[in-house]
Nanobody, 128 residues
Framework: QLQLVESGGGLVQPGGSLRLSCKAS????????IGWFRQAPGKEREGVSC????????DYRNSVKGRFTISRDNAKNTVYLQMNSLKPEDTAVYYC?????????????????????WGQGTQVTVSS
């Protein structure tokens, strides 16, 4: 069974940091691009950051550039999202998703939410 499981969410004060993890089981991530997406209450799901299967190419939405870093460890079948300088507007449920590396450019994966597998999400709350 193909699964993506997110972890690392929680409550953090503004300016704080969190590291999210996305662990795959039932398949190897070597051939998949991975994206992090988020959805706040009453808003559409949006792409946050995406990374190619090799890790050579990344994409970020403008509002997180310079604060968030996506990375992957294919040996551990895991993708990470390091989030620094968190703001209240980063509060959302964060999801990771996967799509075949040859299906679409990662920029399109992020902008159009193109994915074949989704995790269940992890809540991130930024509040004082």
């Amino acid at each position: 069974q193909l699964q993506l499981v997110e972890s690392g969410g929680g409550l953090v004060q503004p300016g704080g940091s969190l590291r999210l993890s996305c662990k795959a089981s039932g398949f190897t991530l070597d051939y998949f691009a991975i994206g992090w997406f988020r959805q706040a209450p009453g808003k559409e799901r949006e792409g946050v950051s995406c990374i190619s299967n090799s890790g050579d190419s990344t994409d970020y939405r403008n509002s997180v550039k310079g604060r968030f870093t996506i990375s992957r460890d294919n040996a551990k079948n895991t993708v990470y999202l390091q989030m620094n300088s968190l703001k209240p507007e980063d509060t959302a449920v964060y999801y990771c998703a996967a799509v075949s590396a040859w299906a679409t450019p990662i920029q399109r994966m992020c902008s159009e939410r193109v994915a074949s597998h989704w995790g269940q999400g992890t809540q991130v709350t930024v509040s004082s």
